[in-house]
């Protein structure tokens, strides 16, 4: 069997608990978690969704809606449903970094780094804020900023791999950078 891990008794029992009571949000919302964690996405969406029907308010099915359409590489969707849950709960660090993520991976830097600021005005000890904004800022060229985040992420944790690999890649590049600029000029 592949790598994704299965909760068919989950999936049943929360399918069962549904039909019981189809207008409980809550049940919905266990169901669509367990079809997320079997990596059934859209299966997952559907029953978000019913949860919301029921329960409007539900940010964390709207978050987790995003979290689904994050993992199907659709961003614009994903960054849809986190800012709806935005709109109810402005202080949700979570969706605010999500949604920076998903800004990242489409290429729109500023507006990820933007929400990845408002996450660390809640919280700004979150390291894996600080890492995607590390790594947004790296992308984006701007290495001196990408130090900082980095550099923060490893006073919080100090043995934390991610930070330092991206440290030690950096490192590597401005290395190769200066030996192509000697060799350049007395080549």
């Not at 202080?91 to 830097?109: K, S, V």
């Not at 990845?116 to 600080?130: R, S």
């Not at 330092?164 to 190769?176: G, P």
Request: proline fraction near 3%; hydrophobic fraction near 35%.
């Amino acid at each position: 069997m592949g790598g994704k891990p299965q909760d068919d008794e989950g999936v049943e029992f929360y399918r069962r608990m549904s039909q019981k009571r189809p207008d409980y949000a809550h049940t919905w919302y266990r169901q669509g978690n367990t079809h997320a964690l079997n990596e059934e996405y859209q299966k997952a969406i559907d029953c978000y969704m019913k949860a919301l029907e029921t329960r409007p308010d539900h940010v964390n099915a709207l978050n987790n809606i995003g979290n689904a359409y994050m993992a199907k590489n659709l961003y614009k969707q994903a960054i849809d449903y986190y800012r709806k849950a935005l709109e109810l709960n402005p202080l949700d660090e979570l969706a605010w970094g999500n949604r920076g993520i998903a800004h990242g991976y489409l290429g729109e830097f500023k507006e990820a780094i933007h929400c990845f600021e408002q996450a660390l005005k809640l919280n700004d000890e979150n390291v894996k804020v600080l890492s995607n904004m590390g790594i947004t800022y790296f992308n984006k060229g701007e290495n001196s900023e990408a130090r900082k985040c980095f550099s923060k992420v490893l006073e919080l944790n100090p043995d934390d791999e991610l930070a330092l690999s991206c440290l030690a890649r950096m490192n590597e590049k401005a290395e190769d950078s200066k030996r192509g600029l000697i060799s350049r000029f007395f080549g």
